[in-house]
């Protein structure tokens, strides 16, 4: 059996509620509910999730998942030894069986198969089939399954089905207003407020160029990097060029706005 106390989130993390988000996810959990949360990359789902985890004191199993990934690395698989073969369990089924919260990160990029996988864990049957194994699991009934998508991605291609979305209970998150936003970054980084201030603005003003040549706006995530850079002493323009502009453009024109925008913030 896993040991549980492995997935526990030991320390409270910081979280800044946006709305009431939290009363209704514990909601969803008291009734045991799917749970998906929207939204842009970096604007806090994963953190509220881990903090969710801590303060319903379950276990925390989060998988970043890819466009490689398939149903087994989900569920499990034989491994070949020396003496035979032998089962391993990923870890969708680590979760049903040990009662914790399974984080499916970004799930729209795994293959199909694999929501083939999680349908029956998302109704009244809350089962999941090991079909190479032989073996069907009951969940534990502490066990929950949220995954995180973010729609600005979607495509054709890669959209969650209606059969897939229409199981879920679903949080539309968005970056933080820049209150809030400005003492996510005090927090986070330990800057001054003025400093934290500039840096949300520069963040709101790139986010403005998303459809007209960004594809997305700067996260909260490489806002706490910019200020976790002025922090340990890096000058601003230089941090903000660093954490906010370089990574999300190869576009000369929208690289030279942004880091006109800059210039003109600090
Ligand atoms: P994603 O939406 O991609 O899962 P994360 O949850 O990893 O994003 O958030 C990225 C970073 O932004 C976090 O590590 C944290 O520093 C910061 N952050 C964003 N929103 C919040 C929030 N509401 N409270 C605290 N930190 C936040």
Redesign the pocket.
Known sequence: MTDKEQFKVREEP?????GNEVALYEAAYAARLPVM?K??????????I?YMAWKLARPLITVACNEDMTASDLVGRYLLEANGTRWLDGPLTTAARIGAICYL?EVVEARQDTTVVIHPLTDHRRTLPLDKKGELIQAHADFQLVI?YNPGYQSLMKDLKQSTKQRFTAFE?DY?DAA?EIS?LV??SGIDEATARQLVSVGAAARRLKGHGLDEGI???LL?YAATLIKGGVAPVDACRMALVRPITDDRDIRDTLDHAIDATF
């Not at 910081?14 to 946006?18: G, L, R």
């Not at 939204?39 to 509220?48: I, L, V």
């Open positions: 910081f979280y800044q509620a946006q949360v939204g842009p990359t970096g604007c806090g789902k994963s953190r509220f881990e990160d995180s998150f933080p809030l996510i927090s986070e996260s909260t995530r706490v």
